[in-house]
């Protein structure tokens, strides 16, 4: 095994390269593909290189099932204190009264949810996946499906917003146990306060899925669920910027059904290099830069969806509250899944998604990305433009390669430190 100086970082990547060139290779050309295109994957982000050193960190070694004081194994003082911290500044960030970091996923925080209110079988109403439901609420390839009844609601096939009157409808209908809002591609700020009332008047549990828009929670630029779900779930490498992984948030009346439903009734052992990782990120969050960062976000996406509409697509409810429009390229004379082939080939990199109104798919775009690479309005206009000449036919893949490359090399997602 090679050696190393004692103060090199742990996570040395030249030290990698020299052990493992074909990996190293790999990850390489990744962070250059990375750099070179537009991220526009609404999922996405680039971690700091903070998150990324508490990812690369002695934690990765250390296993710590159970909770901060009581664990099943030796040695995990420092896990503790790595957990308790995260704890700590998540409560802080979300207002919440218990939060659960150790979901290793949003679909993880997901499961643990129902696990925790929900029995085999119960009915679970959660936005239909053909309108932007996620896996995890009521696919049938999917645990959500096979285990729970789910009931499907929409969102009007002209204006695209979410129905609450068919939601209290179906809730009346189908006294359901828990009612899910939350959705992979809603464009628009959920009213919390309406969901909150349906579930009250059904007697059902209130989930908020949160995963998209949690970030923008975190900085006050969108509508917190906190104070009317009774659990919410989320994610917290979307515009949260923080490493790949999950979290759940809930009052201290459901913190010992939480705490259990995800250990030890879903994962064992925590990940405790990604928790290290999630309180840089909470802490990066509750900073005025973050929240200066959420905001250029929405205006972000506000701006894009403008300037695609000028180009001729049509844009899912008119616009967006959020970090994340969706458009129907059609006039433009292709379909989604032809415009995201196409346009990764200009490495100009989207989703595809569902649209409301009829089968045909559209694009799903997201600001978190290029926000924090810097970009803003009059970037967003440029993006809009080559991706709408690339749509028409009027851009070849590598012509517009060549000039997204040179709108990125202008914002590189981790600029070399100066001096
Ligand atoms: C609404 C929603 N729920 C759950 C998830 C699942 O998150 P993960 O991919 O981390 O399992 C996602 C992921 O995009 C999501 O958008």
Not at 96 to 102: L, T, W
Not at 176 to 189: D, F, L, T
């Amino acid at each position: 095994m090679p050696t190393r100086p004692a103060e090199a970082p742990l996570a040395d990547f030249a030290l990698l390269r020299g052990q493992d060139p074909e990996m190293a290779e790999v990850l390489a050309a990744e962070g250059e593909r990375q750099a070179a295109g537009l991220q526009l994957i609404a999922a996405e982000n680039f971690t700091s290189p903070a998150v990324l050193a508490a990812l690369g960190s002695s934690l990765a070694n250390k296993y710590a099932e159970g909770y901060p004081g009581a664990r099943h194994h030796g040695g995990c003082e420092l896990a503790d204190a790595a957990e308790r911290i995260a704890i700590e500044r998540a409560v802080r960030v979300f207002g919440a009264g218990h939060v659960n970091v150790q979901p290793h996923s949003g679909s993880s925080a997901v499961l643990a949810a129902y696990a925790a209110l929900l029995r085999p079988g119960d009915t679970v109403l959660a936005m239909g996946l053909p309108f932007g439901g996620h896996l995890t609420h009521g696919s049938p390839a999917n645990f959500s499906g096979r285990w729970f009844d789910f009931v499907g609601y929409g969102v009007g096939a002209e204006s695209g917003l979410i129905d609450y009157e068919q939601v209290r409808a179906l809730a009346r209908a189908r006294r359901p146990r828990a009612i899910v809002c939350g959705s992979i591609a809603y464009p628009r700020h959920i009213d919390y306060a309406a969901f909150r009332a349906i579930a009250d008047e059904a007697g059902a549990y209130l989930i908020a899925d949160a995963a998209h828009p949690i970030g923008l929670v975190a900085a006050g630029a969108a509508p917190s669920p906190v104070p009317y779900a009774d659990v919410v779930c989320a994610t917290t490498h979307k515009v949260l910027r923080g490493p790949r992984g999950g979290m759940l948030l809930c009052g201290p009346e459901l913190a010992e059904r939480i705490d259990r439903a995800v250990f030890p009734f879903t994962q064992s052992g925590a990940q405790m290099h990604t928790i290290a990782a999630k309180a840089v990120a909470f802490a990066e969050a509750a900073t005025p830069d973050f929240r200066g960062y959420a905001h250029q976000v929405v205006a972000n996406a506000r701006a894009l969806a403008k300037a695609l509409a000028a180009e001729g697509l049509l844009i899912t409810t008119g616009g967006t509250d959020t970090h994340l429009l969706t458009a129907d390229p059609a006039p433009l004379g292709v379909e989604g899944r032809t415009a995201r082939g196409r346009l990764g080939a200009a490495a100009i990199v989207l989703d595809s998604c569902a649209l409301p109104h009829g089968d045909a798919r559209g694009l799903r775009l997201g600001t978190a990305a290029v926000t924090t690479q810097g970009m803003r309005e009059p970037e967003m206009t440029r993006i809009a433009e080559l991706l709408a000449a690339v749509l028409r036919g009027d851009l070849a893949a590598p012509a517009a390669r060549r000039e997204v490359r040179g709108l990125t090399r202008a914002f590189p997602p981790y600029p070399a430190p100066q001096g």
